[in-house]
Nanobody
């Protein structure tokens, strides 16, 4: 069992930066955050959810085209946390951002509750 807490959302001006966190609490003592790949998604008003970025268990990363070069995803297994550094934010990035962790050994998935990012002047 895993609980994910997402934080870091805020109101920011266009061109600004934010860092989001997806912090995991691993309830099962035999499990480890290093077993999880983590995906960031976002929910924009009136639109389908977007895949944003993924970091796998090897810390390899992949990005959606609309954020590549502006966003960076990273993980700190010692803190059981994945970060999404967002730079050069634009109004189109306004969304509820949330994370999903998938255990690569058994396929179990867990979802965070989301944090609101608003980009506006």
């Amino acid at each position: 069992q895993v609980q994910l807490v997402v934080s870091g959302g805020d109101l920011v001006q266009p061109g600004g930066s934010l860092r989001l966190s997806c912090a995991a609490s691993i309830i099962t003592s035999s499990d480890s955050f290093s077993n999880y790949e983590v995906t960031w998604y976002r929910e924009r008003p009136g639109k389908q959810d977007d895949y944003v970025a993924i970091v796998n268990v090897e810390s390899d990363t992949t990005y959606a085209a609309h954020v590549k070069g502006r966003f960076t995803v990273s993980r700190d297994n010692a803190k059981s946390t994945v970060y999404l550094q967002m730079n050069s934010l634009a109004p189109g990035d306004t969304a509820l951002y949330y994370c999903m962790a998938r255990n690569v050994n058994n396929g179990n998935t867990y979802w965070g509750q989301g944090t609101q990012v608003t980009v506006s002047s």
